[in-house]
């Protein structure tokens, strides 16, 4: 266990929809990443906060939006849902710049 | 974009057995990182090795580093069937994020 919490485990949901994924990091931890995966392939780098900053972002389109709050904890945003969206989507909490992160479980999304 | 690439892409191996897989990568990097995951769950954390180490090791893992071919390996000895999982190298990719293999499927067989 690495005391990251990822809600929901699950999600349907259509295209064109709207969705809001939640991460809870662990305690101590002021970096937060979000990655995305698809089935077969590895995670993919969405974004980092630090501080309630992003601070870095990777090849994803301005419809994956992301916050995080003073405790923390952080959220994913995603407009206008594709069908390609569909995927394993992660966030993992570090401390600072320190190398390692630790992941949550995932929430699972289907796009229909 | 993907850094690294795992091979082989699936391994089948009965428990007991070691089990060596290779990442590849295409540019400088600070550390390399290996993860597991289980059955499309998060993934946990097994080992990092920087860029100025050659070998590291943590209970039955292995990990080597090669700079200069841009490799690094992982062993993992003496097999059990809860060794069963995807494992993934990562690399820092100098945004604060890691980059990722596709990874291998390691099975191991009672």
């Known amino acids: 266990e690495t005391g990251v919490t990822q809600s929901p485990t699950h999600l349907i949901k259509t295209r064109g929809q709207q969705v809001t994924l939640r991460c809870s990091s662990q305690?101590?931890?002021?970096?937060v990443s979000w990655y995305q995966q698809a089935l077969g392939q590895g995670p993919q780098f969405i974004f980092q906060y630090y501080r309630e900053e992003e601070n870095g972002r990777g090849n994803f389109p301005p419809r994956f939006s992301g916050l995080q709050f003073p405790n923390y904890s952080s959220e994913l945003n995603v407009n206008a849902l594709e069908l390609d969206d569909s995927a394993l989507y992660l966030c993992?909490?570090?401390?600072?710049?320190?190398?390692?992160?630790?992941f949550g479980p995932g929430t699972r999304l289907l796009v229909l | 974009s993907q850094q690294g690439e795992e091979d082989p892409q699936a391994l089948s191996i009965q428990e007991g057995e070691n089990a060596t897989m290779n990442c590849s990568y295409k540019t400088s990097i600070n550390n390399l990182q290996w993860y597991r995951q289980n059955s499309g769950r998060g993934l946990v954390h097994l080992i990092l090795i920087r860029s100025n180490e050659r070998e590291k090791h943590s209970g039955r893992l292995r990990v080597t580093l090669d700079t200069s071919k841009k490799s690094s390996s992982l062993l993992i000895t003496a097999s059990r069937a809860a060794d069963t999982a995807s494992y993934f190298c990562?690399?820092?990719?100098?945004?604060?994020?890691?980059?990722f293999g596709a990874g291998t499927r390691l099975t191991v067989k009672p």
């Open positions: 990562a690399t820092d990719g100098g945004a604060g994020d890691m980059r």
């Open positions: 993992a909490s570090g401390q600072g710049t320190q190398e390692t992160q630790y």
């Open positions: 305690s101590g931890h002021n970096t």
